[in-house]
Nanobody
Framework: QVQLVESGGGLVQAGGPLTLSCAASGSIASFTVMGWYRQAPGKERELVAT???????SYGSSVKDRFTISRDNAKNAVALQMNSLKPEDTAVYYCYYRGTYSLEYWGQGTQVTVSS
């Protein structure tokens, strides 16, 4: 089992920055993919960004060039630096983990609201 603890959501004005953090604990695999997905009301969950243990990254097209994902392997933690936030970035952001045998885990979600 893997537990994910998220922090950093909140209310921010359009154009501002916000950082989300997520720490994994439990039975952590030697190679993992961690990252963030988001879900806005009435929409499907979508990729925000992921990063592997060797720091290979992937970004959703709507956030590329504005968001940056990073990780601390020693702490099994990832951070998402979000810049130039837009009202359409408003969503619940979920931390994501994939490890051995492609087992996936999700955080409980943290609300990000961007006001115009």
């Amino acid at each position: 089992q893997v537990q994910l603890v998220e922090s950093g959501g909140g209310l921010v004005q359009a154009g501002g920055p916000l950082t989300l953090s997520c720490a994994a604990s439990g039975s952590i695999a030697s190679f993992t993919v961690m990252g963030w997905y988001r879900q806005a009301p009435g929409k499907e969950r979508e990729l925000v960004a992921t990063i592997t243990s060797v720091r290979s990254t992937s970004y959703g097209s709507s956030v590329k060039d504005r968001f940056t994902i990073s990780r601390d392997n020693a702490k099994n933690a990832v951070a998402l630096q979000m810049n130039s936030l837009k009202p359409e970035d408003t969503a619940v952001y979920y931390c994501y983990y994939r490890g051995t045998y492609s087992l996936e885990y999700w955080g409980q979600g943290t609300q990000v609201t961007v006001s115009s």
